[in-house]
């Protein structure tokens, strides 16, 4: 997604132990068009496989991924960090190692939300080493759902995540793919795959 690549151009920068910061466009501050054409990107890929929902994690996937949902019509679900009290007593779990959070990070997702009905596209963030999307699957599977698909908004190639997660076998679409980046080079970027 070109606009994309080129908004990591101008706003991406390197920060000190290989953290890509892209707040101003993904994580902390939204621009509304470009998220739409997120969504919009994700759906035209994904709408042929006929996903009946599109599950993410909180927090920084929820726009992308509400956006895609939108797009094709069917809901969008969740994976929480923390059960809330209100969630039903059957759910489905998994843990993700978070480099951003320093740590494990729980995942719940409700069986009310998700079951052996489901054909499920997962959108996210990122695609780095892959264990966050990992961890979504296992919830997908664990449903007895169906997944048909990943989809993520920035791909950090060297981290090797795709390779990770090619036992899925399912397609893995991006929209931005980092090459590669440091903090001497920049941020060395190309259109997704």
Not at 3 to 28: Q, T
């Amino acid at each position: 997604m070109q606009s994309l690549v080129e908004a990591i151009k101008r706003e991406g920068r390197v920060l000190p132990g290989g953290f890509l910061k892209v707040d101003g466009l993904v994580n902390h501050q939204l621009h509304p068009a470009l998220t739409r054409e997120m969504g919009e990107t994700f759906a035209r890929h994904f709408a042929p496989l006929a996903p009946t929902k599109v599950l993410t994690i909180e927090v920084s996937g929820i726009a992308p991924a509400i956006m895609t949902a939108a797009e094709l019509g069917v809901p969008m679900v969740y994976a929480r960090k923390k059960k809330p009290l209100t969630m039903s007593e059957q759910v489905y779990t998994a843990q993700s190692v978070s480099r951003t959070k320093g740590g494990t990070v729980d995942l719940f997702v409700s069986s009310e939300y998700l079951g052996p009905q489901d054909r499920v596209v997962v959108i996210d963030d990122f695609l780095a080493s892959g264990g966050t999307l990992r961890s979504l699957s296992q919830i997908i599977a664990d449903s007895g759902a169906t997944l048909l698909g990943l989809g993520c908004v920035i791909e950090k190639e060297f981290e090797g995540g795709r390779q990770h997660l090619a036992d899925l076998n399912v397609p893995i679409h991006t929209l931005a793919n980092i090459v590669r980046m440091s903090e001497e080079e920049g941020i060395v970027v190309q259109a997704g795959r």
